[in-house]
């Protein structure tokens, strides 16, 4: 069974400061990531893709992977009270060349003024 | 990235019928894709909508109960059909773009009574 592992949360983090949201997979041959934001009531927004391993900067966003440990993380900086939302993490499972995302269950963050 | 409608955005539907969710793409697009997102939970890939062939559906997921149509590029139709509570959900569409991103629609909300 292909699995993407991210903690529920809630994750608390104050306005300001930086949220760290990490997610885990089982396939050892994924070969891309992405980070969605969803609010409550809308539909997944696609916010960050990494392929490589090392860090990927956004903006404030910066998406960082880790292919040996697999192990994906996102870092919010200076977080704001908009940020609050679910954060999922997906994955790319398919065989090569065929696009099958699987998703974690997401990581609620709450950034509070 | 591309701009993508659903229609109808939610329904409330009686237990034994079936509804058609239609998916409208402003751009041709090779992949098209059907997920749910049932009440609290994460997304789960129930088929690959495919051009001019029959769709590939995931593993709990058969065609007799979610029939789907691809006549072309730019749209799509996902049938749920004989409907049950249990099938409660949001219906969500995306495409893929790019090296394996996926953008998705607006969710069609669906509560079956």
């Known amino acids: 069974q292909k699995e993407v592992e991210q903690n529920s949360g809630p994750l608390s983090v104050p306005e300001g400061a930086i949220a760290s949201l990490n997610c885990t997979y089982s396939?050892?041959?994924?070969?891309?990531f992405f980070w969605y934001r969803q609010y409550s009531g809308k539909s997944p927004e696609l916010i960050m893709s990494?392929?490589?391993?090392g860090d990927k900067e956004d903006g404030r966003f910066t998406a960082q992977l880790n292919k040996a440990s697999q192990y994906v993380s996102l870092l919010i900086r200076d977080s704001q009270p908009s940020d609050s939302a679910t954060y999922l993490c997906a994955v790319n499972m398919g065989p090569s060349g065929y696009n099958k995302l699987i998703f974690g269950a997401g990581t609620r963050l709450a950034v509070h003024p | 990235s591309a701009v993508i409608s659903q229609k109808p955005s939610r329904d409330i539907c009686q237990r034994g019928t079936s509804l058609t969710i239609q998916c409208q793409v402003d751009?041709?697009?090779?992949?098209m894709f059907w997920y749910r997102q049932q009440p609290g939970q994460s997304l789960t890939l129930i088929a690959t909508a495919n051009q001019g062939s029959e769709a590939t559906y995931e593993s709990g997921f058969v065609i007799d109960k979610f029939p789907i149509s691809r006549p072309n590029l730019t749209f799509s139709t996902l049938t749920v059909s004989n409907m049950s509570p249990e099938d409660s959900s949001i219906y969500l569409c995306?495409?893929?773009?790019?090296?394996?991103?996926?953008?998705f629609g607006p969710g069609t909300r669906l509560t079956v009574l």
């Open positions: 995306s495409v893929g773009q790019g090296p394996n991103e996926q953008f």
């Open positions: 396939d050892r041959g994924s070969q891309s």
């Open positions: 990494i392929y490589s391993n």
């Open positions: 751009s041709q697009v090779t992949m």
